[in-house]
């Protein structure tokens, strides 16, 4: 089992993509020491995002692969990739430094737009990791089917990935169980926090199998975060796991260099609402922007859009649901001020 590091690919949503590649090259160095042996890097989007609107990142894609590049002496660094956002040349220029994985993440309906970035990957000898985002749209028997796919593409991992932060682990092992029974390709594990489930979640895949599991250094990520690094692992000692990575160094690296970026706020309604809903962040500003218009209760709206579609945002389908909604308009002034970076699932492709 491996615990891949996401603090400064998913973490750099929490700070508006403005990681600096000299922190990126430094904190490489220290995971590294620490004992990770897969970090991954970059726009919280992305190859080529900062490129596509999707938020700029204070860094070029070349810049970050050049710190991971040069700090990095054992472990494998790599980048994400959405297809229709990266382009195949992005693959071509990772190579050029020396990128040890790419996961490449598509919404588990759109599984088919992975082909060529697999296969450019893989013609470059680069370990690929399929993501499939919002894995609880379907079902267990359909997302087995997916993986098929993606095996047949050349994945060399699939990963379920509870992108609203909402599944439970019985959901984690019906997931897995389903593959398992058609295919022993390595599977992988990346949850969100939104019901304050990721720790249970990452542990409950870890005990039935799950070769991969994501963390970041206290719990630094997209929406309500990640699960947290530092407790993850405690936990698992705590269970009687061998884990080689050695956890004081974390728990000094989480709090000296990556608490000082944790938002001090607490945890967001809307968020835990998502949550509650299957509901990608990402959508959110179109959420609170119907909510004004209409001036409803933007909880109230993400229940009943979440009803008929958890995957993509329709804004004609969210105002006629919004136009049947109560006007409460006290409720929408509440959450004026929530913001949400990145936008990767808004439809720009």
């Known amino acids: 089992m491996k615990i891949l590091d996401t603090t400064l690919r998913d973490g750099s949503y929490a700070v508006n993509f403005s990681f600096t590649s000299e922190f990126?090259?430094?904190?490489?160095?220290?995971?590294?020491?620490?004992?990770?042996?897969?970090?991954?890097?970059?726009?919280?989007?992305?190859?080529?995002?900062?490129?596509?609107?999707?938020?700029?990142?204070?860094?070029?894609?070349?810049?970050?692969?050049?710190?991971?590049?040069?700090?990095?002496?054992?472990?494998?660094?790599?980048?994400?990739?959405?297809?229709?956002?990266?382009?195949?040349?992005?693959?071509?220029?990772?190579?050029?430094?020396?990128?040890?994985?790419?996961?490449?993440?598509?919404?588990?309906?759109?599984?088919?737009?992975?082909?060529?970035?697999?296969?450019?990957?893989?013609?470059?000898?680069?370990?690929?990791?399929?993501?499939y985002m919002k894995s609880y749209a379907v079902s267990p028997e359909k997302f087995s089917k997916l993986v098929q796919i993606s095996e047949k593409f050349g994945a060399d991992i699939v990963y379920i990935v509870d992108s609203a932060g909402g599944m439970f682990p019985e959901d984690i092992k019906k997931y897995y169980n389903s593959i398992r029974k058609i295919s022993d390709i390595q599977i992988g594990f990346h949850g969100h926090d939104n019901l304050g489930l990721s720790i249970s979640n990452s542990l409950a895949a870890i005990d039935i199998g799950i070769e991969f599991v994501d963390s970041s250094l206290q719990g630094l990520g997209r929406s309500s975060g990640n699960a947290c690094t530092e407790i993850l692992l405690l936990a698992l000692k705590k269970k009687g796991f061998q884990i080689p990575i050695d956890y004081q160094k974390i728990l000094d690296l989480g709090y000296d260099d990556i608490q000082k970026f944790v938002p001090e706020k607490g945890k967001s309604p809307l968020d835990i609402i998502s949550g509650f809903a299957n509901f990608h962040s990402?959508?959110?500003?179109?959420?609170?922007?119907?909510?004004?218009?209409?001036?409803?209760?933007?909880?109230?709206?993400?229940?009943?859009?979440?009803?008929?579609?958890?995957?993509?945002?329709?804004?004609?389908?969210?105002?006629?649901?919004a136009f049947q909604l109560k006007t409460n308009d006290n409720m929408i002034t509440k959450y004026k001020n929530y913001q949400y970076i990145g936008n990767e699932q808004n439809g720009k492709r």
């Open 24 to 131: 990126t090259g430094l904190m490489c160095k220290k995971l590294e020491n620490a004992g990770f042996e897969y970090i991954e890097i970059g726009h919280g989007v992305g190859f080529n995002a900062s490129n596509r609107g999707y938020g700029k990142a204070i860094q070029t894609d070349e810049e970050y692969m050049i710190a991971a590049e040069n700090n990095l002496k054992k472990a494998k660094y790599g980048m994400f990739c959405i297809p229709g956002i990266a382009r195949l040349e992005d693959i071509d220029l990772a190579s050029k430094h020396n990128i040890g994985f790419i996961r490449i993440g598509t919404d588990v309906t759109r599984v088919e737009e992975s082909k060529q970035f697999i296969k450019k990957a893989k013609d470059y000898g680069i370990t690929v990791a399929a993501n």
């Open 282 to 321: 990402s959508y959110m500003p179109d959420i609170l922007a119907v909510s004004e218009k209409f001036k409803i209760n933007p909880i109230e709206l993400i229940i009943e859009y979440t009803k008929i579609d958890q995957i993509n945002m329709n804004k004609k389908n969210l105002e006629i649901i």
